[in-house]
């Protein structure tokens, strides 16, 4: 998968696609009732609208000329009524859209959030995080505006042209055709314009994307910043970045606005147009009256028109960011469920490589030719240098990524034949870098297993040495810590998360790293608490550290993507290879 960076923009998918748009209607229609009142309730206001120049050309045809009070007092009552009845109709459409709006949104962005949950770790490698949570948040933001008004102001304002035109056609139709002299025009530059619209648009939602990507790059690291004194450096990237989105947006906004004045002018040169040619028909069919009403309803045409064509624009706009949403919900995780997957049954921990080729690119060759074979209840420790494997071999077994070939095995099945969540339930995985959510301490241990009791936490806590420093907090279990557990020690966050994989009760633990940053005198307890619960399980140590591993059942020396070397801490002693030598530089220091 290409990586992408802040400061790289996405590609840009050129066409404009109607397939976006119909996958919007499926999320429209369950509403589609709602819709349909605020729709009617609209077609009643736009009635009651557009009979006002109707009523002004009776009053100066009709009741002006006959000095009819009575029959003026009640066209302005039908006037004031018609008013009454927008008002309400408008009151009613803000709200009802408004909330129809929001519920699209919310089930949009429901879709998204869940699918992104199912993505591999593969899609998460690839980009940076906050091009990701730009297109939950905001690019779903963007389409409020669509949603909410767009799609109901269109369809009313469709309805108002034909009103418009029907009564305009009843006054006078050969003055209406002479109206629609400018429409061709109006089509030519809407055409004219609907490219360097999209493109803009576009590109405006690529540098909002990079700014959102380089914010939350900058919070992420804002310690190392910070400890760097990179604060110059680091907001001079920013008024890069952030004026660029300013450029984009200016040109957006320039190319959007470009339909405006082209729309009033063509109205403006419509109305001196048909008041030069109605005045010099008056007499001949064409009363003051009439003539007066017809300007009115010029106007009004071109309302509804601008409102179309700023609803086109809102399309075209909302176009770029629905590109990117559905891209998103199409994503297909890069590891899935075989088509015909069953579960896995409870195992009893035996894992097998057999001969696993695996690479993060396709390019890449990581691990080469690996296998060996893990019985139940072994503990497996993985030694070696920075970057040699360790990580990619463990995270292998919980199938996070799908290997290039070969074969791995649970309990003498491929682990591509079973389905993931059943797979994944039966291990204990802590990652390298323990990852602290938002909550209590007693909600983040729970995450291993959510029906476990308060009771089953604390022991599993206990088991790993964690208790003794929760305890001493002042809220004990309850304290709250924030995401990413800033508030707590790595090593504290290390025995948090050693708790975490501990109470999943797994078959197969996993432990990478776990103990790297724990006290040596808190690492011997552990180790002691550990033995009685690690029994029957097979467990995979990661450690650097070679005193954490010396009583593993076995000891596989990884380095550039092979095992080099395989047997117990004594055995390797004795080869005096490279375990040896690991052994030796550490002593010596
Ligand atoms: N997500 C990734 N995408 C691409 N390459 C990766 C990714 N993770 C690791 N690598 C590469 O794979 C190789 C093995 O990395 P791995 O994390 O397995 O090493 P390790 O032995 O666990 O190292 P360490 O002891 O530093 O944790 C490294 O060269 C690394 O650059």
């Known amino acids: ?181 400018g429409f061709p025009v109006l089509a030519g530059v809407i055409l004219l314009l609907k490219n360097a619209q999209r493109k803009a648009w576009q590109i405006l939602s690529n540098k909002q994307s990079n700014m959102n990507a380089y914010i939350h790059e900058s919070i992420s690291g804002i310690k190392v910043t910070q400890a760097f004194s990179r604060e110059e450096e680091n907001a001079r990237i920013f008024s890069d970045v952030s004026g660029s989105y300013r450029s984009s947006w200016m040109r957006a906004i320039k190319v959007h606005f470009l339909l405006w004045p082209a729309i009033e002018n063509i109205s403006v040169l419509t109305v001196s147009f048909i008041y030069i040619i109605g005045v010099s028909m008056i007499g001949d069919g064409v009363t003051v009256g009439s003539l007066v009403a017809f300007v009115g309803y010029i106007w009004m045409f071109w309302t509804p028109l601008a409102n179309i064509g700023n609803f086109y624009n809102a399309i075209i706009n909302a176009m770029a960011y629905l590109e990117r949403i559905f891209e998103t919900m199409d994503e297909k995780p890069a590891v899935t469920d075989a088509p015909n997957a069953k579960e896995l049954p409870a195992i009893q921990g035996r894992v097998e490589f057999k001969d696993v080729v695996f690479g993060y690119e396709e390019a890449d060759r990581i691990l080469d030719n690996v296998s060996f074979n893990v019985e139940p209840g072994d503990t497996i420790a993985l030694v070696g240098a920075t970057g040699s494997g360790k990580t990619t071999i463990v995270s292998l077994i919980s199938r996070f990524y799908d290997i290039t070939s070969g074969k791995i095995e649970i309990d003498g099945t491929d682990i591509n034949s079973v389905t993931i969540p059943s797979l994944r339930r039966q291990m204990g995985v802590m990652l390298q870098d323990p990852f602290i959510f938002s909550g209590t301490i007693m909600d983040n241990i729970r995450y291993g297993r959510l029906d476990a009791t308060d009771e089953e936490v604390i022991e599993a806590a206990k088991a790993v040495q964690a208790h003794q420093f929760i305890s001493q907090l002042k809220d004990g279990y309850q304290t709250e810590v924030n995401e990413r557990g800033t508030r707590l020690s790595t090593g504290q966050r290390q025995l948090i998360s050693f708790a975490r994989a501990l109470l999943a009760d797994p078959r197969i633990l996993i432990l990478d790293e776990a103990t790297s940053s724990i006290d040596t005198e808190t690492e011997l307890a552990l180790q002691k608490g550990l033995e009685t619960l690690l029994e029957g399980r097979t467990s995979f140590i990661i450690a650097h550290r070679l005193s954490t591993i010396q009583n593993a059942t076995r000891i596989l020396f990884i380095d550039k993507g092979r095992i080099m070397e395989e047997g117990s801490h004594q055995e390797l002693l004795q080869r005096r290879g490279y375990y040896w030598k690991l052994h030796a530089s550490q002593k010596a220091v």
């Open 1 to 181: 998968m290409a990586r992408n960076k802040f400061d790289v923009d996405e590609d840009l998918e050129s066409p404009f696609r109607l397939v976006h748009f119909q996958r919007l209607l499926v999320y429209i229609k369950p509403y589609k009732t709602k819709i349909l009142i605020t729709v009617l309730m609209m077609l009643l206001a736009s009635c009651a609208n557009l009979v006002g120049p109707y009523l002004i050309k009776q009053a100066i045809d009709k009741e002006i000329p006959t000095k009819d009070i009575s029959g003026l007092f009640i066209l302005a009552g039908i006037y004031i009524l018609a008013l009454i009845t927008t008002g309400i109709c408008m009151k009613f459409r803000i709200r009802m859209m408004s909330q129809t709006g929001q519920s699209i949104i919310r089930d949009i962005r429901k879709d998204l959030f869940t699918h992104l949950q199912k993505l591999s770790f593969s899609f998460y490698d690839s980009r940076p995080h906050g091009k990701i949570l730009v297109r939950v948040v905001n690019y779903v933001n963007s389409l409020s505006d669509l949603l909410s008004n767009g799609i109901i102001n269109v369809i009313t304002d469709l309805f108002s042209l034909l009103v418009i035109v029907g009564f305009m056609l009843s006054i006078d139709p050969k003055l209406t055709l002479y109206a629609m002299a």
